[in-house]
């Protein structure tokens, strides 16, 4: 008698978000995030700023960041985070190595990544660390940040590096619908 193993299909589920960029810089962007059983992959593109920019994230299934792709003009930046230990096109990273996340200056979907891997409690907080990516200069270093989950929808995002504060407000995947002064979700998306 032949045995035929059935592999049960994995199941994917794709959205769609564009956010415009708003203030002293323009922009728009599209993004596309694929949830699936191996993880999360946030694949996006920002045009207009001082260059366009392109970016890949891939995410375990637990939200911990696995690689990143960021790519700005003709330079092209790679992240890996593996058992805790960072490296940048290929170069360790010690001084990263508190970092649980990357944040990409150029968009809001990695703010996403600590909103979903925390799941805070309405009235809590989490202070982190973040492989911060500068965009267009494309360079890496270590930041820091606090998230307050003010209501539902609703997160205090501070950057303490920076003394930047806002409140955002998400969707219930934990991406961004606004980030005053910074992003709108595009109508639609």
């Known amino acids: ?30 993004c596309t995030t694929e949830y ?22 891939s995410l375990a299934p637990d939200g911990t960041l696995r690689h990143a792709t960021i790519a700005s003009g003709d330079r092209t930046t790679q992240i890996e985070h593996v058992d805790g230990a960072w490296t940048v096109d290929g170069e360790e990273r010690p001084d990263l190595a508190g970092a649980t996340d990357v944040d990409i200056t150029a968009t809001p979907a990695t703010n996403a990544l600590p ?18 990516v500068q965009v267009p200069s494309l360079e890496v ?27 955002l407000t998400v969707d219930a995947d934990g991406f961004v619908l606004s980030y005053p002064g910074l992003f709108e979700r595009v109508t639609g998306s």
């Open 36 to 57: 699936s059983d191996d993880g999360i992959r946030i694949v996006g593109e920002v045009d207009g700023g001082d260059e366009p920019c392109r970016y890949a994230v």
């Open 141 to 167: 270093r270590l930041g820091r940040q606090r998230y307050t989950r003010v209501g539902p929808r609703a997160y205090c995002f501070e950057s303490r590096d920076h003394e930047f504060r806002r409140t």
């Open 1 to 30: 008698m032949l045995h035929v193993k059935h592999r049960e299909e994995a199941r994917v589920r794709t959205t769609r978000i564009s956010w415009t960029g708003i203030g002293s810089v323009e922009t728009i962007e599209r």
């Open 115 to 132: 909103i979903r891997r925390l799941g805070l409690a309405v009235g809590s907080r989490a202070d982190i660390e973040v492989a911060w």
